[in-house]
């Protein structure tokens, strides 16, 4: 089970930072990834953090965020800095227990991120 938190209506140029805790399965073994789902358009990767703990950026995101997790705590985080209008979405992490970067088996129910400009 994937719960994802953190997120909210947050202005043009704020930061946000969402957590993720799984529960069950094997985390520390786990490939985790973010993804993003805005209003009327596709679910599209942010990144992810591998069990090896090498972490995976979208091209479209890098340099705006940061994916890291806590294998102690079983939780994948989210850093998003300068956030805009288009970065509102709702944000989900999933699971792939067996570490090769998909398919993801496991999805939490996403948290809504809002920006305001």
């Known amino acids: 089970q994937l719960v994802e938190s953190g997120g909210g209506l947050v202005q043009q140029g704020a930061s946000l930072r969402l957590s993720c805790v799984a529960s069950g399965g094997t985390f520390r073994r786990s490939d985790m990834g973010w993804f993003r789902q805005a209003p009327g358009k596709e679910r599209l990767l942010v990144g992810a953090s591998r069990w090896n703990e090498r972490v995976f950026y979208a091209d479209a995101m890098k340099g705006r965020v940061t994916i890291s997790r806590d294998n102690a705590k079983n939780t994948v985080y989210l850093q998003m800095n300068t956030l805009t209008p288009d970065d509102t979405a709702v944000y989900y992490c999933?699971?792939?227990?067996?570490?090769?970067?998909?398919?993801?088996?496991?999805w939490g129910p996403g948290t809504q991120v809002t920006v305001s400009s």
């Open positions: 999933a699971a792939d227990p067996r570490g090769r970067m998909g398919p993801y088996d496991y």
